[in-house]
């Protein structure tokens, strides 16, 4: 099954899509977000101070490398949040998060690691109280270019139903 990108309008143009149809979030489904991401220590300390967490390991460049065995340790925080935006295009259709079950760091996230994120479609149904709405459960996965795993988690996600939401008249597709 192809999923596009875009789409052709009247005029010529391509249009982007927004998020995977409901009806296409089958399980098995697996999506590889693209691009990955360079993690990067001082933009991570950035967001930890913004945030006002001032831990030495988020904040201090000593302690962020002795945590990190010589390059800084990156935020788990700072982390499940790159990864959800890194699957906001496949999952652009959510109403609203429902759950985060099974959050897991099996290994320590480091300044200059390069990340990819990876998704499977582990289970969707219709909503029994939102007809244009359907649940959809994914499980999701960071890992290095070399395939060491940093952050997994599982996500129940409602999502807007085929052509049901603001999305047609926001201008997106």
Not at 9 to 28: H, N, R
Not at 118 to 146: F, H, Y
């Amino acid at each position: 099954m192809r999923y596009p990108s875009h789409q052709q309008q009247s005029d010529g143009a391509l249009g982007e899509i927004i998020g995977i149809d409901f009806a296409q979030l089958q399980p098995g489904l697996v999506i590889e977000h693209r691009p990955g991401f360079l993690l990067d220590w001082r933009e991570a300390r950035a967001r930890a101070l913004i945030a006002g967490d001032h831990a030495p390991v988020l904040v201090d460049p000593e302690a962020a490398a002795f945590a990190g065995e010589g390059r800084a340790a990156i935020s788990e925080t700072w982390l499940v949040s790159l990864l959800v935006a890194a699957t906001t295009r496949a999952f652009g259709r959510v109403v609203a998060n429902l759950a985060w079950e099974n959050v897991a760091f099996p290994a320590l996230a480091r300044d200059s690691d390069y990340v990819l994120a990876r998704s499977e479609v582990l289970s969707r149904r219709d909503s029994a109280s939102r007809p244009s709405q359907g649940i959809v459960r994914v499980s999701t996965s960071g890992a290095t270019a070399d395939g060491r795993i940093l952050c997994s988690y599982e996500r129940t996600l409602l999502v807007y139903c085929d052509h049901h939401g603001p999305h047609a008249e926001a201008g997106y597709f």
